[in-house]
């Protein structure tokens, strides 16, 4: 396809080397255990994190029963409820979704979607999954040691979390910062190897500015992340070297109990500084891969290009700059200098816009669409209506004095749900249920999948909407008994009944999603190749599943961008990144 | 296609919800209605950017679902569109963020009249502390904490002699007369926290903290703490008592002063080791 025919700026670049040396596995072990590809590691991380993931849902499961009928289950008193509180927040955040999304979905997309045999690091890469899965067994760990888990909110404040008041003072505490700690000693490996290998192993052709909306989030997010959890670490360690060794930095002289404790000059707030400067990009590391994913399943399913691909890209990357300096609205009644709040509530606010942008340019890609409800769509829409509710509570809680009544009350809990539960837990199960024909080979169960569907949304829905007005209303967060309060009516209580039942039956409801994942790896229709017809690379693999090193003797070449989708004179409607350039092609 | 039907019915409902909703804000008690009023307008442009974008999408979930024989049209961008976009959005973000800000202003600006009233956290019920005929408090450190002296003020300043100390947990205030309230904690975080009154804040072991607020409506509230502090946290309870200007005069002559209280806790030692 060398002709003259061919436009200059479409012709490919001259051929450069056609494979990589990779560490071909030669023993069961190396294949499928220590395995250096991508793919497989993808495979370890997202199994991990959805394991520890149903630990989670469980836990939630106590937090709920708590809440709805205090006192009368027996296994649950004050310490079950803080350390399920604790442990079921920091696994969802951290072991799960972030774990799902970089180590997951990362390995298994950026390697195929921008042409390239593997990550640039493959041992690094195994290495980094192995370091996760020890963080992970360190942190479950805490359920076996004397005390159990720690109780001290997933937040994990000072002074509070390392004094004997707290559940899992003797042991708990100490292996929660063990294990992160780990988990981003691993995490750095991993992020490294997501952002050198879009830098510098994609393939000819294929741009920075043709790359997917999927790689553009996890790219961005792994950037970020590499950025704002070292605050996380260093508080990591301060905290335990204050626990174990008697250091202050975040401890000041204070009486526990009627005991004087021997820690004199720390700042509480400090630590909150640190642990919010993680915090906050933290949000984002889960939403913006959510973003990127939610905008290539729109595109294909919709049989039309996203809409406004540059703004897109520009959006990512703004959302990523600004959400480094916001993470002061998680702490507007901190106590810290009332005049940051000025400055916070402004940054906050201003990231309202690029992320209100990706919400146009989603719903406008819908227009004059050629629209294929299938489940992957289905849960799309989903993330949309819970994005755009969980998306504008947050302009109540990042407007610093409309904050002031509202936090620490339930409203934040039903937003932070929303927007960054919900909404990323919906991508994730529509991202699943879209790559699993090109991991397996296989399609899922369409009639299934809707039903989990529609079960997951609207009863998640029904579970986050009405919390919010129990926040407003004025009720904590963080209380295992309401006990007699004045100001909540009993009506308060029965909606508590009514949330915890919903919230049980969508867990268990899961279980859908998990007979039809594992039933389809057997009796799923097979997919063949490309079952969306869609456009970008990963679609293109010589095998599905695609095989070590991904793209057989030569790497494709890249022509288009990848939403190449209803191209007007295209003979289908859709045209393939590596398809050679029709004649007078003009595609990005 | 029945997507667009269930994205219009949640959109409805969750109208109907709002509307129907018994729970709402606490009666107001305080001065700080502004506050009410900015989440009342976030309400209306949020909502309405809500029932916007998901209508808009279920119309177009209607209209452009697939049919036999339908194709996409095929455009990538159209910056117009998206730069006008980009303006209503700014204009809508800056109508919420311009009046938050300047309550916010008048937020962290206390009156230079205002009463000075003293909350102490610890695990798990509140003190507090009332400036004595001096109309000033004493200085007041951790070390000092001992059984005579729970709130560890410091013995020697002249000053905190006369401070009343409150240790029941019921708080008395003054209708009408702003009050700013300076929060210490002498173990770990608190939030002094009473719905009524909207605006609350941490309190911070080793530092002091404030807010202010005037009260607006005579009643009993209650004092809840919204910073977790443990497992005790939700019984972490007191009372506000919002009362007329002579009441609060009588209740607080009622109250004992710093020099009483270590003087009668100085006897009843002695008639302890006595026996």
Known sequence: ?588 | MSIAIVMVLVVAGSILFHVLSPWRMTPIASNWGFIDDTMGLTFLVTGAGFVAVILFMAYCLYRFRHEPGRRAAYEPENQKLEAWLGIVTTIAVVVLLAPGLLVWGQFITVPKDAIEIEAVGVQWSWSFRLAGLDHQLGSSDVRYIDTTNSLGLSPADPKGQDDLLVTSGELHVPLGKPIKMLLRSVDVLHDFYVPEIRAKMDLVPGIVTYFWFTPTKIGEYEILCAAYCGTGHPQMRGKLIIESEADFEAWQTAQQTFEQSRKSAASQDKRASAQ
């Not at chain 1, 990362?106 to 999954?129: C, E």
């Not at chain 1, 290998?197 to 590499?226: C, E, N």
């Not at chain 1, 909407?465 to 129990?470: D, G, Q, R, S, T």
């Open chain 1, 1 to 588: 396809m060398t002709d003259a025919s061919v436009p200059q700026n479409l012709a490919p670049p001259p051929a450069e080397v056609e494979d990589v040396e990779l560490y071909h596995a030669h023993s069961w072990i190396t294949k499928y255990v220590f395995c250096q590809d991508a793919k497989v590691i993808a495979i370890q991380y997202a199994g991990t994190a959805i394991t520890v993931g149903i630990l989670a849902l469980v836990l939630s499961w106590v937090i709920r029963l708590q809440l709805a009928f205090p006192g009368a289950i027996p296994f649950i008193d004050a310490n079950v409820y803080y350390q399920s509180v604790t442990m079921h927040g920091m696994i969802m955040v951290v072991y799960m979704l972030t774990a799902i999304f970089l180590g997951g979905f990362g390995n298994y997309l950026i390697p195929l979607m921008v042409g390239a045999r593997d990550m640039v690091f493959p041992y690094v890469n195994m290495l980094s999954y192995w370091v996760y899965l020890i963080a992970t067994l360190v942190l479950v760990s805490s359920y076996f040691v004397p005390g159990g888990p720690t109780g001290a909110g997933w937040t994990l404040y000072p002074p509070q979390s390392i004094l004997t008041g707290t559940p899992g003072y003797d042991y708990g505490i100490i292996l929660m910062l063990v294990s992160l700690i780990l988990f981003i000693v691993g995490f750095t490996m991993g992020g490294l190897n997501y952002v050198v290998t879009v830098l510098q192993a994609r393939t000819r052709g294929m741009t920075l500015m043709r790359l997917p909306l999927t790689v553009w989030g996890i790219f961005a997010a792994a950037v970020m992340a590499l950025l704002a959890f070292p605050g996380l670490f260093v508080a990591c360690v301060m905290l335990l070297l204050d626990r174990i060794l008697g250091t202050s930095f975040f401890m000041p002289s204070l009486v526990e109990l009627g005991e004087r404790k021997d820690y004199v000059g720390g700042s509480p707030i400090l630590f909150q500084h640190l642990f919010w400067f993680f915090g906050h990009p933290e949000v984002y590391i889960v939403a913006l891969p959510a973003f990127g994913i939610v905008s290539d399943l729109i595109s294909v399913h919709a049989r039309k290009n996203i809409f406004g691909y540059r703004m897109m890209v520009w959006a990512i990357i703004a959302i990523g700059v600004l959400s480094m300096v916001v993470w002061g609205h998680h702490m507007y009644v901190s106590g810290m200098d009332p005049w940051f709040g000025f400055f916070f509530a402004v940054t906050t606010l201003a990231i309202a816009v690029p992320t209100a942008l990706k919400v146009y340019n989603w719903v406008l890609t819908l227009w004059h669409a050629d629209i294929h409800f299938t489940t992957p769509m289905l849960f799309a829409l989903g993330f949309l209506v819970t994005f755009v509710n969980g998306g504008i509570t947050g302009l109540y809680l990042g407007n610093v004095i409309v904050d002031v009544p509202l936090s620490a009350t339930l409203f934040v809990v039903a937003h932070f749900h929303m927007v960054m539960g919900i909404a990323p837990v919906l991508v994730i199960f529509g991202a699943i249920y879209h790559w699993y024909p090109k991991i397996t080979g296989r399609m899922m169960d369409e009639r299934l999948g809707k039903i989990h569907f529609w079960i997951t949304f609207l009863g998640a829905y029904a579970i986050f909407f009405p919390m919010h007005y129990l926040g407003v209303l004025g009720m904590p967060r963080r209380f295992y008994e309401m006990g007699d309060t004045a100001f909540v009516p009993a009506s308060a209580a029965t909606l508590n009944i009514v949330i915890t039942i919903i919230a049980l039956a969508v867990g268990f409801a899961q279980s859908i999603f998990f007979y039809n994942l594992f039933r389809s790896l057997k009796y799923g229709a097979p997919a063949g190749g490309n079952p969306w017809r869609a456009a970008s690379l990963e679609w293109q693999t010589p095998e599905t599943p695609p095989g070590h090193g991904n793209w057989g003797k030569h790497l494709p070449v890249v022509y288009r961008w990848p939403y190449a989708y209803s191209v007007p004179g295209a003979p289908e409607d859709f045209l393939p990144q590596d398809a050679p350039p029709l004649r007078g092609e003009h595609s990005p």
